[in-house]
């Protein structure tokens, strides 16, 4: 009972997080954007009696990355970038634990650096399109989208290793950080646009929504 009124409390939030930037009411945003982690946080811990250390460091890098987004100085978006990319790398984690097939986790593991390398190939073979943009910032953004990358490549892969609602869930997660980020990359340095803000907010709104049923739904026997 506890837990469906906190996440009608969340529903909540991420309607206000909607409705503020639709009308473009600034303070609500910043209010509505780093709730909405401390109320998945409440989820959590109302709904698990013990709590573990991976999740709450993905909740801190992800609250932390929400925060620095809103702020306004030199290096903001650096850590931005730097603390959603290591909350990724968590979530690659628990995607690689719920890999059971050893085989799978073996072709994995072999597969990395050259999936690394060519992510770094296609990132630098885009930085005559994206350089002027971009700026300093082309590198920290480099390595952001491999994590970003290797996350939905991870997640594909224990999805279709395995398919039920613990795997669809990082799966959701991963696709939504995705689609959200590419929104934001494009509405910021190409074509700014209030339906690209809109479209963001949505999908972070879905990838928190899902992070919240993973991380309780979550069985850390798995090996965590």
Request: hydrophobic letters at 55%.
């Amino acid at each position: 009972m506890i837990k469906q009124k906190l996440t009608y409390v969340f529903i909540a939030v991420a309607v206000l997080y909607l409705l503020a930037e639709f009308f473009q009411l600034k303070l609500l945003i910043s209010i509505a954007k780093v709730s909405l982690i401390p109320v998945v946080y409440i989820i959590y811990t109302s709904s698990k009696k013990k709590h573990h250390l991976y999740t709450l460091t993905l909740l801190i890098f992800y609250f932390l990355g929400d925060m620095f987004s809103l702020l306004n100085f030199k290096g903001a978006v650096e850590l931005t970038l730097l603390f959603f990319g290591l909350g990724h790398l968590v979530f690659i984690r628990f995607c690689f634990e719920m890999l059971q097939d050893v085989r799978v986790r073996r072709l994995l593991f072999s597969a990395l650096p050259v999936i690394v390398l060519w992510f770094i190939y296609y990132n630098y073979s885009i930085k005559d399109i994206f350089g002027d943009q971009l700026g300093d910032l082309l590198t920290p953004v480099m390595f952001y989208s491999i994590i970003l990358s290797a996350f939905t490549v991870v997640s594909i892969m224990s999805y279709f290793n395995k398919e039920n609602k613990m795997t669809m869930y990082t799966l959701i997660i991963a696709m939504t950080f995705l689609v959200g980020d590419v929104i934001n990359g494009i509405n910021m340095y190409f074509s700014h646009n209030s339906f690209f803000e809109l479209t963001n907010v949505i999908a972070q709104v879905i990838a928190y929504y899902f992070l919240t049923k993973f991380i309780v739904a979550y069985d850390f026997k798995l090996k965590s």
